[in-house]
């Protein structure tokens, strides 16, 4: 019987549950835990970018047995974080004040989730770095973010006129702020490893220095 292609999940859980094929990356993924704490992997559709997001929130959830026979088993201490994960593809994007509400419903769902209160609620940038604050201080460990495609909110506006290229614009500057607290000198030390994926690189979204 032929091994079972992976061609309709993204899901590194799936995959490994269900006898699915998975090419071992986790040399590749131990280098970049150790080696770094930013990345931005930039890379065409269905190139395994979000299969990487997806092995990345299960390294750091310590869910040890999934990785059981790869390389990276006995090598990692599977140790959990708290792990914050923003997938444009199913965040609502379709004009800036859609996207401001769906990504405070992120960060409050994921308040709920590690059972944290954020306390600096009036405006996103706030709560996204409230959030990581005070999940930092109740796990006592670096908390991990992982973006999934970052730029969608403002691709899926291109080529389609003037008004749309003005949502996009608008987009990217919504984005522009909420990505700012990454970088902020408040955040840095509380973050483990961050990790974005996108098809480009899109200058004005304080994200590339």
């Known amino acids: 019987m032929l091994p079972v292609l992976p061609l309709d999940t993204s899901?590194?859980?799936d995959i490994r549950t269900k006898g699915k094929v998975y090419v071992d990356k986790t040399p590749w993924i131990y280098k970049m835990l150790t080696q770094g704490k930013c990345y931005f992997l930039s890379r065409p559709r269905r190139f395994g970018k979000s299969l990487t997001v997806s092995t990345l929130w299960e390294l750091f959830s310590g869910n040890k047995e999934l990785f059981k026979g790869l390389w990276i088993y006995d090598k990692w201490d599977f140790e959990p974080h708290p792990v914050i994960v923003f997938d444009f593809n199913s965040i609502d994007r379709k004009n800036p004040e859609s996207l401001e509400r769906s990504l405070f419903e992120e960060v409050k769902?994921?308040?709920?989730?590690?059972?944290?209160?954020?306390?600096?609620?009036?405006?996103?940038?706030?709560?996204?770095?409230?959030?990581?604050?005070?999940?930092y201080q109740k796990h006592?460990?670096?908390v991990v973010v992982l973006i999934d495609e970052y730029d969608k909110p403002i691709l899926d506006h291109l080529g389609f006129g003037e008004e749309r290229l003005k949502i996009a614009k608008e987009n990217r500057d919504l984005l522009k702020s909420f990505f700012g607290v990454l970088k902020g000198a408040g955040v840095v030390k509380e973050l483990r490893f961050v990790f974005v994926t996108g098809i480009s690189t899109f200058t004005k979204v304080s994200m590339f220095s």
Do not use: H, N, R
Not at 109 to 135: H, N
């Open 140 to 142: 006592k460990k670096g």
């Open 11 to 13: 899901s590194f859980k």
């Open 109 to 135: 769902k994921y308040a709920q989730v590690y059972e944290v209160t954020l306390s600096k609620t009036g405006t996103l940038e706030g709560a996204f770095s409230d959030l990581i604050f005070e999940l």
